[in-house]
């Protein structure tokens, strides 16, 4: 594809398409997204009664498969997820490794950037209603995941894991998603690129 080509307004385009293509820029923007979930996941903050911390780990995750599509968006969490696991400490909190009562939710992450990436493509990051609908639909992904196996790996009944990994985080991500809700619209209506 070409340089003016990827500039040309397509239907089905997320962020990163507007990038001239190459396997480069693809290979760069999975290592960047990666990246950047990590550096996110350094912003932690301790939840009393909670062994898993609020972090803007989700946050990056979500826009990470909104701004690069399902696929690269796969590929960057897969990669995070990867690399942590193979003892690079950047989970939340320095973390590393499988396992660990968190591991949950970077997997639902995982799940959460594929989709968020899918109905980015369809147009679901350019307004700001549709925005607030795909960040709510991403975060259940990342829970619906997190708060089994936060239950599975602690020996937590159910109610106790979503006491512990769900209730006390709900206002930080409906945080989250309100800035996702102005920054995702407000990049597209910049480049006059609103679908």
């Known amino acids: 594809m070409s340089t003016a080509s990827a500039a040309a307004p397509r239907t089905g385009s997320v962020l990163a398409d507007l990038l001239p ?3 480069t820029k693809d290979i760069a923007l999975v290592v960047g997204g990666a990246a950047l979930t990590g550096l996110a996941a350094q912003i932690a903050v301790p939840i009393p009664g909670s062994p898993v911390p609020v972090t803007g780990q989700t946050f990056a995750a979500l826009l990470v498969g909104a701004g690069l599509g ?3 968006g796969f590929l960057s969490l897969a990669l995070y997820a990867l690399v942590g696991m193979a003892g690079m ?5 320095g ?4 396992g660990g009562a968190s591991f949950g939710y970077v997997l639902g992450m995982l799940l959460a950037s594929t989709v968020v990436g899918a109905l980015a493509r369809r147009g ?8 607030a609908g795909t960040m709510a ?3 259940a992904i990342i829970y619906a995941v997190g708060v089994p196996y936060l239950a ?3 020996g937590m009944s159910l109610t106790a894991a979503v ?3 769900l209730t006390p985080f709900l206002l930080g991500d409906a945080l989250k998603a309100a800035l996702a809700m102005g920054l995702l619209p407000a990049a597209w209506k910049l480049i006059g690129r609103r679908g």
């Open 70 to 72: 399902a696929g690269r």
């Open 163 to 165: 006491a512990a990994g």
């Open 89 to 93: 400490p950047w989970f939340a909190d």
């Open 152 to 154: 599975a790996s602690t």
């Open 21 to 23: 293509a190459s396997r």
């Open 137 to 139: 639909l991403g975060s």
């Open 124 to 131: 679901a990051d350019r307004s700001v209603l549709r925005t």
């Open 95 to 98: 973390t590393s490794g499988a």
